[in-house]
């Protein structure tokens, strides 16, 4: 379990609520759906977000993403560690019951 200090010292962005750990993008940087790894201040955990960027915003609405392109998503997610392996090994763990 990460402490605070870790996450900003791994950080590749910082956010008002968030440390983003890593990212995966489906579409164009910053003008797409992405899947993050985050580390939140006032909880100090670790959570994964789906969030739906527009013009280089964080939209506050819902990511609509069709099932192709969420497969994608996903698979670049894996590779770029948004999930760490005990993750990873409990989703394949479930997929193979």
């Known amino acids: 379990?990460?402490?605070?200090?870790?996450a900003k010292k791994i950080a590749i962005k910082e956010t008002q609520y968030c440390y983003i750990l890593s990212q995966a993008w489906e579409g164009n940087y910053?003008?797409?759906?992405?899947?993050?790894?985050i580390f939140t201040k006032d909880c100090s955990k670790e959570e994964i977000r789906l969030a739906w960027w527009a013009?280089?915003?964080q939209a506050l609405r819902?990511?609509?993403?069709?099932?192709?392109?969420w497969v994608?998503?996903?698979?670049r997610a894996v590779k770029?560690?948004?999930?760490?392996d005990t993750e990873k090994l409990g989703m394949i763990k479930t997929l193979l019951k």
């Open 62 to 69: 819902p990511a609509d993403i069709d099932a192709i392109d």
């Open 55 to 57: 013009n280089n915003k």
């Open 72 to 75: 994608d998503l996903f698979s």
């Open 1 to 6: 379990m990460l402490t605070e200090a870790q």
């Open 30 to 37: 910053q003008d797409s759906i992405c899947l993050e790894r």
């Open 80 to 84: 770029n560690n948004v999930f760490n």
